[in-house]
């Protein structure tokens, strides 16, 4: 069965650090990963997406994130957080390929992410 | 461009009592939709998605259910809501050959 797991429940960092988001998945195939953010009572927007190619993709808002396949991880980056980046974040992981199986996510637990002026 | 609608933004319900969330989907025809379920610090649980109308699938057996009358438009429903129905109710949908889900505001439910 495919999870996911984001290690960090709630992250504090200063406005302008650089910030790193953990995820590391578990997938028995080709996996297709993202990346979402949602601020209090909203709904989900996505940053970024891989599925195939370069490994380090370029997201919204400034994210970025790396897949080592080694490692399992889809790392979320960002060299200048922004008070407004105040949010909860998401990794998630579904199938690359197979009809219906399109949108079933797995998501991980959030990472509640808080930054200090 | 498309967009996705669901309402109502906030429920408080009795136990008991019944339960009709409702999303649709603008621009776009075909889509596969989703009804996930988020608690508090326990990410998303995908409760039903849909390929079709009138094809539901269940995710997570449970008080709930969904249909899809039309292409576009996804509910979910309860007959008798129970208190551990409560939570925050994320509709969703993504295209057929592509991977991404695109979510609603969602809408919160509390059952007292």
């Known amino acids: 069965a495919q999870s996911v797991t984001q290690p960090d429940i709630h992250i504090t960092v200063s406005e302008g650090a650089s910030l790193e988001l953990r995820c590391n998945y578990s997938?028995?195939?080709?996996?297709?990963l993202f990346w979402y953010v949602q601020s209090p009572g909203q709904g989900l927007q996505l940053l970024l997406k891989?599925?195939?190619?370069?490994?380090l993709v370029q997201g919204i808002k400034g994210f970025e994130a790396e897949f080592k396949r080694s490692q399992s991880s889809f790392n979320l980056r960002k060299p200048s957080v922004h008070w407004s980046d105040a949010a909860e974040y998401f990794c998630?992981?579904?199938?690359?390929?197979?009809?219906?199986?399109?949108?079933?996510?797995?998501f991980g637990q959030g990472t509640i992410l808080t930054v200090h002026p | 461009s498309q967009t996705i609608h669901q309402w109502p933004a906030t429920l408080v319900q009795p136990v008991g009592s019944p339960l009709s969330l409702e999303c649709t989907v603008e621009?776009?025809?075909?889509?596969?939709l989703y009804w996930y379920r988020q608690a508090a610090g326990r990410g998303l649980q995908l409760l039903f998605y849909?390929?079709?109308?009138?094809?539901i699938s269940s995710e997570v057996p449970q008080n709930l259910s969904a249909s899809r009358p039309q292409d576009r438009q996804f509910i979910l429903s309860s007959k008798k809501l129970l208190l551990s129905d409560s939570g925050f109710y994320l509709c969703?949908?993504?295209?057929?050959?592509?991977?991404?889900?695109?979510f609603g505001e969602g809408s919160r439910l509390t059952v007292l």
């Open positions: 969703a949908w993504s295209r057929r050959g592509g991977g991404e889900l695109f």
């Open positions: 997938y028995g195939a080709t996996p297709y």
């Open positions: 891989y599925f195939s190619g370069d490994t």
């Open positions: 998630a992981v579904g199938p690359f390929a197979g009809g219906t199986s399109y949108g079933k996510l797995t």
């Open positions: 621009g776009t025809s075909n889509p596969n």
């Open positions: 849909s390929v079709g109308i009138g094809q």
